[in-house]
């Protein structure tokens, strides 16, 4: 099967090599798609000048600033290969990724997802709450595992996908540069797999920058926090039992994530009022149905098949 790494660009410069290096040394049948974005730096320069030592590097140049998901969503469709996988610019990968990645993947499996280590300041650290031991779960459990357990977590970047689950009528998106964004849409292609397997093997470097969104000083981390629930929760209502079940029982996980994060934003200059706010729209994940669409209609996208 031909796998396809997809990187958005973006003023990336400075980390590109790393990464760029990291890929090349992946073995397999494999492309690298690179979306550029209109840039201030010479990534595009350094892209081209390394497509001419490998032509398994395609670059798409974007005439007008997509955003990291609008970036991705476009690269799926220039893709060729069987598999997604993805990565951030400023990341790298372990040189049997690929190789690894794709061994896993037979007749039902749809999905598999890999561990990951943490760079910080030029450490390099094992994830806190990581996969223990290997696990093939159905689609609906995987849901449940994503929503309850943290060593399953919503990010895109250390998953590899079957490239027909984006096909799938229900893929959940949420607005361009939101915190969290990534987890919705995992939920939703978890939910169109047949099985995921988790493999317990740490083969993507998640490098941690002072400056990247989920590490700065971010006053609206716990209210798109909220939102990212809310879809989940959208989409749990439409697809029925038991996902809308295990959300419910999932609730004091959620609350207890959220919390924290309303700690960090306080932190971060979030008032009294708008805490008090937060929390409300956090107790109307609580009930049965989904919550007041004007409270969290205006997150989400659409509902539907990239293609």
Known sequence: ?????????????????????????????????FGVEPSKDSSLNYL???????NR?????????????????????????????????????ANDFAKVAVSGFDDDIDVVCL????????KIKR??????????????????KLLKDASLRGFLWNKVFRKELFHSDNL?????????????????????SRLVKILPYPLYIYVKGEGSLTSSKNKDRAHNHIDSFAVIKYASTKLGYPY???????????KLSIFFDLYLSKKDGLSKDEIKMEKERLRMLKGKD???????????LKMESIF
């Open 1 to 33: 099967m031909k796998l396809s790494f997809l990187i958005p660009v973006y003023n990336s410069v400075s980390t590109l090599p790393r990464l760029v290096t990291s890929l090349l040394k992946q073995d397999g049948d494999i492309e690298f798609l």
């Open 48 to 54: 081209i000048d390394k497509q001419k030592e490998d």
């Open 57 to 93: 590097i395609k670059i798409i140049v974007n005439e007008t600033k997509l955003g990291p998901l609008g970036n991705r969503i476009n690269l799926i469709k220039h893709s060729s290969g069987d598999l997604i996988a993805f990565s951030d610019s400023d990341d790298y990968l």
């Open 115 to 122: 561990d990951y280590l943490v760079e910080y300041k030029g």
């Open 127 to 144: 994830n806190l709450f990581r996969p223990r031991r290997k696990q093939v779960l159905t689609g609906e459990k995987a849901c449940k």
């Open 172 to 192: 959940l998106l949420l607005k361009e540069g939101m915190m969290f964004e990534d987890t919705p849409l995992v939920y939703s292609l978890f939910s169109s």
């Open 244 to 254: 809308n079940k295990d959300f419910a029982s999932s609730y004091s996980r959620i």
């Open 290 to 300: 989904f919550p007041n669409e004007d409270h969290f209609s205006s997150s989400i």
